[in-house]
């Protein structure tokens, strides 16, 4: 837990980095089913050969999906939290593309604590995804949550 207090002191600072997390062709082609984007790019391993890619990617928006397992990992609740919420983005781009099979995790760094009062924080995080051994991150987001603390 962070308390309320220690924010301001942590803003402009890495607050995280999640564990590895693989993307496999099997989680690949149940995003594609979930969300019905059947792109070959993402579902056709032969096909995708054929590609620069050189093999199946991942969705971007199933990279991004996986921000929430990453800040479960990485970025420690408020004290007192009752409950979380996405509230957004202020910014996302999608740099480099996730082969399949590969592994990537979330850095985060803490860009602003916002008090909206009655126990209500929005933070800004700057969530960056790095695939393993990769040149280029294949996310940079900035990514709003809202805390809400018992008051």
């Not at 990485?74 to 202020?90: C, E, M, Q, T």
């Not at 850095?107 to 040149?135: C, P």
Request: hydrophobic share 45%; net charge negative.
């Amino acid at each position: 837990m962070t308390a309320v207090d220690a924010l301001q002191g942590l803003i402009g600072q890495e607050v995280g980095v999640s564990r590895w997390i693989e993307v496999s062709q099997a989680r690949i082609d149940a995003f594609a089913d979930c969300t019905e984007d059947h792109q070959f790019i993402h579902v056709d391993p032969e096909a995708a050969r054929a590609t620069p890619f050189g093999g199946t990617i991942a969705h971007g928006f199933l990279t991004l999906s996986l921000a929430s397992a990453m800040s479960y990992d990485a970025v420690r609740p408020l004290d007192g939290v009752v409950i979380g919420v996405n509230y957004g983005f202020d910014k996302l781009r999608f740099l480099a593309p996730v082969p399949a099979g590969s592994r990537i995790r979330g850095r985060f760094r803490l860009l602003a604590a916002d008090d909206k009062g009655q126990g209500r924080w929005l933070l800004k995080h700057e969530l960056t995804v790095e695939i393993e051994g990769g040149d280029k991150p294949a996310l940079i987001a900035e990514w709003l949550g809202m805390q809400m603390i018992a008051v």
